[in-house]
T-cell receptor, first 115, second 113 residues
Framework: KQEVTQIPAALSVPEGENLVLNCSFT??????LQWFRQDPGKGLTSLLL?????REQTSGRLNASLDKSSGRSTLYIAASQPGDSATYLC??????????????FGRGTQLTVWP | ETGVTQTPRHLVMGMTNKKSLKCEQH?????MYWYKQSAKKPLELMFV???????ENNSVPSRFSPECPNSSHLFLHLHTLQPEDSALYLC????????????FGDGTRLSIL
């Protein structure tokens, strides 16, 4: 069974710092890896999706990398802001084409950015 | 606005009650999902409806019963729930065959008394 681990579980930093969130997965036979953001009392918002054939994806201040063979991904947040405060979830898809759409999630990293 | 709407947002019920959670997606997707998010476990898939086929997690108790009347609507019928069923229930949708992310609703916070 696929297991996804996220480190650290929680992170509190001052505004302006560059951050790295880590995700690891036990089965490297993935189809894609996704990073989501969850605000309190809300659902999940997709941030970045990396296909298994890709090494990284970028969106604004966010950059996600994927090392499929070693079962690792990192989410890099540049110049953090208080609005970045949320829980960040990593998930991997194992079924090609998302036919079954099964995502395996980590427990998340709870990020607090203070002014 | 995510394109996936869940109702109600909050639900408190006793263990002997019967209730239903509703999800509607406005994205033209052809697959819908129910997830459970509790404090003690990672977010976990419960059911998938994809192209009229239902796939379920074998660990989901029979007191949870999904219904998908069409590609835009998904229900989760609840009966004789237990206190450990208290959690955030999230609905999502996606387009099968694409490599696009799933879109999530804001969830229903369920509390069992």
């Amino acid at each position: 069974k696929q297991e996804v681990t996220q480190i650290p579980a929680a992170l509190s930093v001052p505004e302006g710092e560059n951050l790295v969130l880590n995700c690891s997965f036990t089965d490297s036979a993935i189809y894609n890896l996704q990073w989501f953001r969850q605000d309190p009392g809300k659902g999940l918002t997709s941030l970045l999706l990396i296909q298994s054939s890709q090494r990284e994806q970028t969106s604004g201040r966010l950059n996600a990398s994927l090392d499929k063979s070693s079962g690792r991904s990192t989410l890099y947040i540049a110049a953090s802001q208080p609005g970045d405060s949320a829980t960040y979830l990593c998930a991997v898809s194992r079924d090609r084409g998302s036919t079954l759409g099964r995502l395996y999630f980590g427990r998340g990293t709870q990020l607090t950015v203070w002014p | 606005e995510t394109g996936v709407t869940q109702t109600p947002r909050h639900l408190v019920m006793g263990m002997t009650n019967k209730k239903s959670l509703k999800c509607e997606q406005h994205l033209g997707h052809n697959a819908m999902y129910w997830y459970k998010q509790s404090a003690k476990k990672p977010l976990e898939l419960m059911f998938v409806y994809s192209l009229e086929e239902r796939v379920e997690n074998n660990s989901v108790p029979s007191r949870f019963s999904p219904e998908c009347p069409n590609s835009s609507h998904l229900f989760l019928h609840l009966h004789t729930l237990q206190p450990e069923d208290s959690a955030l229930y999230l609905c999502a949708s996606s387009q099968v065959g694409s490599n696009q992310p799933q879109h999530f609703g804001d969830g229903t916070r369920l509390s069992i008394l």
